[in-house]
T-cell receptor, first 116, second 112 residues
């Protein structure tokens, strides 16, 4: 089973709203990722968590706040977003074996976010 | 820096025809290579990957890819496409731990 689930599937929010995106995997993976994908573009990495600790932050604005409550769950808290933040937000996970080993990332279906 | 080039932004093809989607990468070190497919309004699905060993890699849905180190290429092929193969295809390289560098994508358009 290589399933990563994401909720909600669609989200519309105003610039003053606070909302959260949720990602879940039950593959025993210990690394989880957030990507942002604009239309007709490849995904761009935002954050990486390894063993529930933030290991990579690709200089993402603070209006995006990730959280990893446990090894199966990853959240992305959104606050005061801008219309240009509208995009497909993808979650991924991988096994996170020792460095130097191959890490295949498995992606969820994404949350399509529209900021008005 | 590692990079991935997908020269064709769009490839139109008729149903049951063969197709090749091109991918070239730049790297001075050993890398892992991947092809992902993204159907409309969906996430990315892993088609196949090259880690080491045999240079011909077989994936899901009848796709295969060949790793060519001398030409730094990892082209994706399918001998006979279906309408349902219409999607965006991304080539990606993993130059180091937890990092995926994606190409710009190739849209495969299969028509009857």
């Amino acid at each position: 089973d290589t399933e990563v689930t994401q909720t909600p599937k669609h989200l519309v929010m105003g610039m003053t709203n606070k909302k959260s995106l949720k990602c879940e995997q039950h593959m025993g993976h210990r690394a989880m990722y957030w990507y942002k994908q604009k239309a007709k573009k490849p995904p761009e990495l935002m954050f990486v968590y390894s063993y529930e600790k933030l290991s990579i932050n690709e200089s993402v604005p603070s209006r995006f706040s990730p959280e990893c409550p446990n090894s199966s769950l990853l959240n992305l808290h959104l606050h005061a977003l801008q219309p240009e933040d509208s995009a497909l937000y993808l979650c991924a996970s991988s096994q996170d074996r020792q460095r130097g080993a191959e890490e295949t990332q498995y992606f969820g279906p994404g949350t399509r976010l529209l900021v008005l | 820096a590692q990079s991935v080039t997908q020269l064709d932004s769009q490839v139109p093809v008729f149903e049951e025809a063969p197709v090749e989607l091109r991918c070239n990468y730049s790297s001075s070190v050993s890398v892992y290579l991947f092809w992902y497919v993204q159907y409309p309004n969906q996430g990315l699905q892993l088609l196949l990957k090259y880690l080491s060993g045999s240079t011909l890699v077989k994936g899901i849905n009848g796709f295969e890819a060949e790793f060519n180190k001398s030409q730094t290429s990892f082209h994706l092929r399918k001998p006979s496409v279906h309408i349902s193969d219409t999607a965006e295809y991304f080539c990606a390289v993993s130059p180091y731990f937890q990092k995926l560098v994606f190409g710009t994508g190739t849209r495969l358009l299969v028509s009857p």
